[in-house]
């Protein structure tokens, strides 16, 4: 018999996504339950991006309920995810891909760790102390201009070619993610969230509410709900993530809790936005 593995640490969660103003379906998904919190942005004609994103997602489902994951189980649920979306699209014409982005509860060397995942273009960021750090790089050409100092990083949410990324889950190509881990502290708040929202919010704007609003669904929602009052142009999904337990010898952490609750929501959002299609 193995001893069971402990939960590294605990905490609170809150997500949320919408299709956004334009979009006639949404294409993102997201898994928001221990140990895993990922975002995913599908993309392919027809519903071929929504089933790629599920497909991702529902192969990582699996891990749900374990105490933590490695880097490891991180690369493994790509290459799974990736065939099953090989073999879900090798009968068609279609062809689906997604991004993936977020954190796994982890421990590496015994530190309560977060591993972070990315390929593609949605993102995580961390605040900590009040600053807002993005864990993940964008695997886009306009990162790779930013990277080359062709343009200012303050250019890169208007430039046109803002939407070409240069990696995906998908059934062309077999690019790997970037996994890495991260020692956490208590009070960290990790967000892991799709271009929808970088598109709309920049980071000071994201810093705002999250350091502001302290119930993770709440924060989650209001995101969501800014984006949309900008102009929502893209599907919008927001994973917030906050560390309320650190695991301390044989004594176990309280149980992770979905914070259902949102009374910190700000409904004066409704108020301003546009008259948005629904189907
Ligand atoms: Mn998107």
Redesign the pocket.
């Known amino acids: 018999m193995t001893q069971p593995v402990p939960v590294p640490f605990s905490g609170r969660w809150g997500a949320a996504t919408d299709t956004g103003a334009v979009r006639r379906h949404n294409e ?1 998904a997201f898994l928001a339950a221990p140990p895993l919190f990922l975002v995913a ?1 599908g993309m392919g004609g027809h519903a071929a991006g929504d089933i790629a994103a599920s497909l991702v997602v529902g192969t990582f489902a699996q891990l749900v309920d374990r105490p933590c994951v490695t880097e490891d189980d991180l690369l493994q649920g790509v290459r799974r995810g990736r065939l099953a979306i090989v073999e879900f699209f090798a009968p068609s014409e279609l062809s689906g891909g997604t991004t993936l982005s977020g954190i796994g509860v982890s421990s590496q060397d015994g530190v309560p760790s977060v591993a972070v995942v990315n390929i593609g273009d949605s993102r995580t960021y961390r605040l900590r102390d009040g600053v807002l750090e993005q864990l993940t790089k964008d695997h886009s050409t306009v990162q790779e201009l930013v990277d080359s100092g062709a343009i200012a990083p303050s250019e890169a949410r208007t430039h046109p070619h803002r939407n070409i990324i240069t990696r995906a889950i998908s059934s062309v190509g077999d690019s790997e993610p970037d996994v890495r881990s991260i020692p956490v502290q208590v009070g960290d708040r990790y967000l892991a969230c ?3 929202l970088t598109g709309e919010l920049t980071d000071d704007q994201i810093r705002d509410v999250l350091a502001s609003v302290e119930d993770p669904q709440a924060a989650a929602s209001q995101l969501v709900a800014h984006a949309l009052s900008v102009r929502g142009r ?2 919008i999904t927001a994973v917030v993530v906050d560390v309320a337990h650190l695991a301390d010898g044989d004594l176990p952490v309280p149980p992770w809790q979905h914070a259902t609750t949102a009374p910190d929501v700000d409904d004066s959002f409704d108020d301003t936005l546009p008259t948005r299609p629904r189907t």
């Open positions: 993102d942005d799709t271009d929808g893209d599907n």
